[in-house]
């Protein structure tokens, strides 16, 4: 059975095992961070949508979502969007793998004023059709013991962000030949780098592509 690696936070990370297993995969969750909400005050001012990169910010965005529910939504990736929708928000476009792809979605939509909620280490700040971007979940990483990475080799690292990728990096270090990675989007197999056992980009931003992508490596 082959094992895959998951490394993003939880609950998403149950999720993914749960993905894995029906598929007959053996998943090992050693999520790299854990999310907290963070204290983030009303802006002022009138918006016209609300940009969102991870479902993340409706998870632990808090009351204060509330105010905004009657904003459009525009969402990074189907997995934003169903957590938006089932929020009870209004998704009126799901904008590709990341801030970039939302970015132009946004333009495309008409949207001039649009209040961007996400992680304290984000891709989009203000600037043309963002008229703000606010905080409100930090992504913290925890700690990782030499014995957690020996037990790495022989995986295959499902890789959901550029943050992530970038960290499995840098604590695997000699080990990357024994390590093999499923990629979210091309950025995100930039940020891990070469020397892998094998390197694969899902087909499309979402679970189902990705674990595809682990199945079908090089």
């Known amino acids: 059975m082959s094992k895959v690696l ?28 854990e999310i907290r909400p963070l204290a983030w005050q009303m802006p002022s001012g009138a918006f016209d949508a609300l940009l969102l990169t991870s479902a993340n910010a409706v998870r632990f965005g808090g009351a204060g979502l509330d105010r905004f529910r009657t904003l459009p939504v525009l969402a990074v990736g189907a997995q934003t969007a169903a957590a938006a929708s089932a929020a009870g928000f209004d998704v009126m476009a799901s904008g590709g793998r990341d801030a970039g792809a939302l970015i132009a979605t946004a333009w495309a939509n008409g949207v001039a004023r649009a209040l961007h909620l996400g992680g304290r280490e984000r891709g989009i700040e203000a600037g043309g059709p963002v008229a703000r971007a606010i905080a409100v979940y930090a992504s913290d ?31 695997v270090g000699a080990r990357r030949p024994t390590i093999g990675v499923a990629a979210f989007s091309p950025a995100v197999a930039a940020a891990a780098g070469p020397g892998w056992a094998s390197i694969a980009i899902a087909a499309a931003p979402n679970d189902a592509a990705l674990i595809e992508a682990a199945l079908t490596r090089d």
């Open 6 to 33: 998951i490394l993003r936070p939880r609950p998403a990370a149950d999720v993914t095992a749960a993905r894995a297993r029906a598929l007959r995969l053996d998943p090992i969750v050693a999520p790299l961070f």
């Open 141 to 171: 990483a925890l700690p990782i013991g030499p014995g957690d990475l020996d037990a790495l080799q022989g995986t295959v690292a499902l890789l959901h962000s550029v943050r992530a990728a970038t960290r499995l990096a840098e604590l």
